[in-house]
């Protein structure tokens, strides 16, 4: 075993970074948009049908225009689309968005598995990736370090969405409708409009975060592509306390829970694989339990969001 | 839009599910109840026939098969019966949670766990007469998906975590659970393409109701149905699960213990989608494998939000919703459609039950006789 490229259980850690690199892009893109979506006062659950379906719409644009960018602005259009479907239904009175945000995960997945059959078979042009890793001769480290330019955005978006929520015009408006409804009212601003925007703005991230799994990592479309990552991150944001630093950070923390299994498989730790696919949901559900608390709102909570109230 | 804005935290129930003017009236005498939801179907129907036209498909087709694969013949019948005994079952998991303004989405979690408890009990009493083994299955279903469900319940309750997103998760675990189990510690070796569990054995299944291809769990999912309408309508346990549910600093104030009523009815929740679990083994499966994973509890939710949380109203909507299922399979033989055309007709239905939420009270005539 001894060789040039071997550095023993070193694989383990540099894998679970690489995986978390990886992994946590659609984490990342879902969490960003749901948190500004969230920040306006209304939660979209959907965003798990939102990221198949934006996985399938940027496959299925790569494939026929042969172009993977082409695909993500699709997959971003999409969840754009699936967003404002959300919002519309939203907007109407005694609706609830909790139960439409369930529906519209369940309607979305099952669209785009409808639509998406003719793609499971044809391969579409994939991302390409950005080779940071070119100073080192470890093959492990090396590949670790091949990252994806949507990891790059996604991490450079988090604190532009940062400076904007706080200090934009934009962001003012969508925290005074996430604070208070009847304040924007009162500026003059219709609540509804200002989630339909942000809500589209969640869906067009989290169609992007669909985009990376089909046309990145795991690179192909299937129907067992996504299995909670678009909840995952929901909640993710939750603990993240509606920042979108908190959120990146949340992110690759997640990704590297995600990784582990497949790390240590490489390995040839296979026992109990699924177990450790089980990680990502196992760690939400500790995190939620450790920072919720039954006597008060959580803390950084917009007091119109239904869910936390 | 919320009226009390400015005060800082106003819960009104311990959930947020915006309840249209009431649940508590039973299914008699409200003609809201059955046009809006109808409406809402057949609404769907439409825009799911117009879904297919757009493919080259003729929309009459759809629906004459769509018919035909659900009530046409005889064995259509049967086959919707079958589908419709764990939706019933699973569309529980979210109604009883509803009562208490509580939305409760992890019934597939819960019905996986069910499944192997009661795997887990036919294979270790394998020495025992089947009826033995049954009931032990029975209790091993209830009780695996009963606490799979109070676990979400007793977050809530003691942590303030939410109980839609923690019971999600929870399903992504038992899937998890279920996977590992069927694939390492309790494959059968023989099992080579599609790992299982060893067979619970021949003897112990489930028979059919004399005269179908229908498995018990009909029947018990009707009992169960109709124990739980009996339970929030017709006693004071359910009563004050309504009073938890419509406010929950009104149920504190007359001194409801809601911590109670909130693990007992998450547990009687989860308990009736394990037994659909149980049924799916005990009945269809003969094992565990990752064919139980075949989407019932997520129906379940659809059937519980269009019965409008009403346990009783949980039965025929589920016969309906088991119905789509069942055509899917024609639907793919005579029409070709992709075999994910009943989610994409689910998830419209869903949509527009939602949707048609915003039509309550608004019609004059519709209101019911009993308001």
Not at chain 2, 282 to 302: P, T
Request: proline fraction near 5%; glycine fraction near 14%.
């Amino acid at each position: 075993m001894a060789g040039p490229g071997d550095i023993g259980l070193w694989t383990i850690p540099v894998a679970v970074l690489g995986g978390a690199v990886r992994v946590s892009t659609p984490f990342l893109f879902v969490s960003l948009g749901e948190c500004v979506t969230e920040r306006s006062g209304r939660i979209n659950l959907g965003l798990e049908g939102t990221l198949v379906m934006g996985a399938m719409a940027g496959y299925g644009v790569s494939y026929l225009t042969g172009s993977p960018w082409l695909g993500v602005l699709a997959a971003g259009v999409t969840g754009a689309a699936m967003g404002a479907l959300h919002a519309v239904i939203c907007g109407l009175p005694r609706v609830n968005d909790i139960a439409v945000g369930i529906a519209l995960m369940l309607f979305g997945v099952g669209l785009a598995f409808y639509l998406g059959k003719p793609l499971i078979e044809p391969s579409a042009a994939q991302l390409p990736s950005i080779d940071l890793g070119w100073w080192t001769d470890i093959p492990q480290l090396h590949a670790a370090l091949r990252i994806n330019a949507l990891f790059l955005i996604g991490v450079a978006l988090a604190p532009v969405l940062v400076w904007a929520l706080r200090s934009t015009r934009w962001g003012l408006i969508i925290r005074t409708a996430g604070e208070s409804a009847d304040a924007a009212l009162a500026m003059g601003y219709s609540v509804n409009i200002i989630r339909l925007r942000a809500t589209m703005f969640g869906g067009f991230l989290a169609g992007i975060g669909g985009s990376f799994l089909s046309l990145y990592y795991p690179g192909s479309w299937n129907e067992g592509l996504s299995s909670g990552q678009g909840i995952t991150a929901v909640a993710l944001v939750i603990f993240a306390r509606w920042n979108p630093l908190l959120c990146l950070a949340a992110s690759i923390l997640f990704g590297g829970a995600a990784a582990l299994g497949p790390a240590l498989q490489s390995v040839g730790y296979s026992h109990g694989y699924h177990l450790f696919n089980a990680a990502p949901y196992i760690l939400t559900l500790l995190i939620m339990i450790a920072t919720c608390s039954p006597k008060r709102t959580l803390i950084g909570a917009p007091a119109e969001l239904s869910i936390t109230r | 839009m919320k009226a009390d804005v400015g005060a800082p935290v106003a819960p009104t129930g311990l959930g947020q599910i915006v309840r249209a003017p009431s649940y508590g009236r039973g299914i008699g005498g409200a003609g809201e109840y059955i046009v809006i939801p109808a409406l809402a179907l057949v609404g769907s129907l439409v825009l799911f026939g117009i879904f297919v036209a757009l493919f080259g498909k003729n929309p009459l087709d759809l629906y004459f098969y769509m018919y035909q694969g659900a009530f046409g013949t005889w064995f259509s019948w049967q086959n919707t019966l079958i589908r419709a005994a764990p939706l019933i079952l699973t569309a529980l998991c979210t109604a009883l949670p509803a009562q208490l303004g509580m939305v409760i989405i992890g019934g597939e979690g819960a019905l996986l766990v069910g499944a192997l408890a009661a795997t887990s009990a036919a294979l270790v009493m394998q020495w025992a007469p089947p009826i033995v083994v049954d009931l032990a299955m029975a209790a091993a279903g209830m009780i695996g998906g009963g606490l799979w469900i109070m676990l979400s319940g007793a977050l809530r309750h003691y942590r303030g975590v939410n109980e839609t997103i923690s019971s999600l998760l929870l399903v992504y675990i038992a899937l998890a659970i279920l996977n590992f189990l069927v694939e390492g510690p309790m494959r059968d070796p023989a099992s080579l393409n599609k790992p299982s569990t060893h067979s619970i054995g021949a003897a112990n299944m489930i028979g059919n109701i004399p005269g179908t291809e229908v498995h018990w769990g009909f029947v018990f999912g009707i009992i169960a149905a109709v124990l739980s309408y009996i339970l929030v309508y017709h006693t004071v346990f359910g009563f004050a699960a309504r009073v938890a549910g419509g406010n929950i600093r009104a149920a504190k104030v007359v001194g409801l213990s809601v911590g109670k009523l909130v693990l007992i009815i998450c547990f009687l929740a989860g308990a009736a989608a394990g037994l659909a679990g149980m049924f799916e083994v005990a009945a269809v499966q003969g094992r565990a494998n990752a064919n139980l994973a075949a989407g019932y509890g997520f129906a379940g939710i659809l059937v519980a939000f269009l019965a409008r949380q009403n346990p009783l109203a949980v039965i025929p909507v589920a016969i309906l919703l088991g119905g789509i299922g069942a055509s899917g399979g024609l639907l793919q033989r005579r029409l070709g459609l992709p075999d994910a055309s009943v989610l994409v007709l689910q998830g419209m239905i869903f949509v527009m039950v939602l949707a048609s939420d915003t039509l309550y009270g608004r019609w004059g005539f519709l209101k019911g006789k009993t308001s």
